[in-house]
């Protein structure tokens, strides 16, 4: 059996990560209660620039979050990612932005790690600018709408070891983040790491 690639993303960091069609990308939450925010860009068209659109995939699945076997689509409505397993009793979101630095300084918190900050950093990382900063899929965020419409962020309730098996259907760059929220209940009070551990397709 191929041995996993395993990347540890820190509290309030994230990383870019390569990985090939067919590749199982499990992203894990060892402690609970932690989001991970997750971006998907297409990698083997590099003329056409393509990423993961969180509302393509509400619309083509006509579901605000797919199901196991369903697919994450591209801005262009090309499966990037399916989900292969969730072992998480959920929910997740892909209504929400990243937490961003308009966000923190709202709070009162000037200067503080955010989200959209870690991706712009993975990205310029490798020599990537982005045109525009897409909406992430927020694994384990706890922020179903209410029956009034009413949008709200509780605390997580993936517990800890919680899971989700994702696999790529093209050449991607990923980016995964540790959400960075720590003065609102979203990651159960207190920010800690995520897994991500990566195995060879067939």
Not at 75 to 91: C, F, H, I, K, M
Not at 165 to 181: F, Y
Request: proline share 8%; aromatic share 6%; charged share 20%.
């Amino acid at each position: 059996m191929t041995e996993a690639r395993r990347i540890v993303i820190a509290p309030q960091t994230g990383q870019s990560i390569s990985v090939e069609r067919g590749d199982i990308i499990r992203i894990i939450d060892p402690q609970g209660q932690q989001v991970a925010d997750l971006w998907a860009f297409v990698t083997d068209n590099r003329s056409a620039l393509d990423w993961l659109s969180t509302s393509q995939t509400r619309d083509i699945n006509e579901r605000l979050f797919p199901r196991v076997g369903e697919h994450f689509y591209s801005t262009r409505g090309v499966p990037l990612l399916t989900l292969v397993e969730d072992a998480s009793p959920g929910p997740h979101d892909m209504l929400f932005p990243a937490c961003n630095r308009w966000l923190y300084e709202r709070a009162g918190l000037p200067d503080h790690p955010s989200c959209q900050d870690n991706l712009v950093r993975a990205f310029e990382a490798v020599g990537i600018v982005l045109p525009a900063v897409p909406d992430p899929v927020d694994f384990f965020q706890n922020s179903l709408p209410s029956p009034d419409g009413r949008l709200d962020v509780i605390a997580s309730i993936n517990p800890p070891g919680g899971s989700v098996a994702l696999r790529a259907e093209r050449d991607l760059l990923l980016v995964v983040t540790a959400c960075s929220v720590d003065f609102h209940p979203t990651n159960g009070d207190r920010c800690t790491e995520i897994v991500v551990e990566v195995t060879k397709g067939d």
